[in-house]
């Protein structure tokens, strides 16, 4: 076939193109795999019976800030990550800044402490589970924003992959807080991290595979 | 180069709101640059150059959705070229028949190449093994020229199944012709 037969083909007809298409499909992801994490969260782990009281102490707020935090740098590195040609910019970089800042807040918390209860700080009482729990919240996010990645056109597979399995721990891990009990600085910086960094491997791992075009 | 993206975006933003006539002019411009790059590129697969060049063509029409007009178009051709071609060797595992390794420096836009060769396989030949719901839109409105309204009465389709129905085959059809 002659290449200017293939322009023509594609040029007549042509119809308007959508562009805030991409951002709606993105919201749409966001909004229905955090409720199935919800749904997941409240319907088989149960929400943490003192999760209204907890509210009034400062490290619940600094947990949901830190998934919170990870989250939204994840989102956006993922958006910019499925669009040819755009630079990634700052965002990514502030993922390790945010995880190394709980590392620092762990070590204070751990120094600061007595030594009997240490061991408690790091291990809390779940840290056996959480991050597959984490992990299992998550999946939903991640089978969403991959569905989404898939439609649009990432260049670099494998990233783009590990960005949306990061933001889909982060985002799963702020849903999974409504049922943890856990809120030490230790406890966050390990596995919370942990939780988050699993369907970031998984992502790393489908994205070659499922993200070609 | 500042020319180029000018150029280009002046045909492509108006391609973007539907005007079918820019947009032809802009694939045939975008075409002879990239005929360009890369025959620079894969000089060691002279046959595959005008192949690689309309599933590129495929490419920029089945993710137009993904430019942003804020970004720089020459940039987002650029990406979506490198990633073509890397993919293409890819498949071909015959990393060694680049030139040179890709570096960022061999631009796109640096030459253009309208002496066109003629592609191996055919677009409308391959057309043939799409369901109907996604072959007859696209006979009737791409290759015939008729409107969405008028393949929808023709087919009992909907308006909107023929638009879905065209652009589902597109990204059919740029699969098959990745698989070749």
Redo the contacts between chains.
Sequence with gaps: MKTEDLVSFLSTGAETVDLRLPSRRWLLALAGGALIAFLLTAGLLKLNPALWHETSKPMFWVRESYCAVLGVLGFITVVRLARPGLRLGLAPMGIPVAVIAMWVLAVVTLVTASPQTRTRLILGHTAGVCPFLIALVAAPLLIALLWVMRSLAPTRLRWAGAASGFTAGSIGALVYTLHCPELAAPFLGIWYLLGMLIPTAVGAWLGPRLLRW | MQLIEERLRSLMLP????D??A??IF??EL?AHL?SYLRRRLSGLPDEV?DL??EL???V?????????K??LT??????A??KLV?LLRRRSRGDMLTDPLDEDDQVFATTAND?A??Q????KLLRGLPDRQRLPIIY???E????TDTAVRTGMSESAV?VG?HRG?RAL?ERI?RI
């Design positions: 391609s973007l709101a539907g079918a006539a947009y032809r694939l045939d075409a005929r005008e060049l309309q063509l495929l490419a029409h089945n993710k137009r959705h993904t430019y942003d007009p970004q720089p940039a987002w051709v650029q990406a979506i490198r990633y993919d066109a003629e592609a396989y055919d677009v409308t409105v791409k290759i020229g008729a409107s969405v638009k065209i597109l740029a990745r």
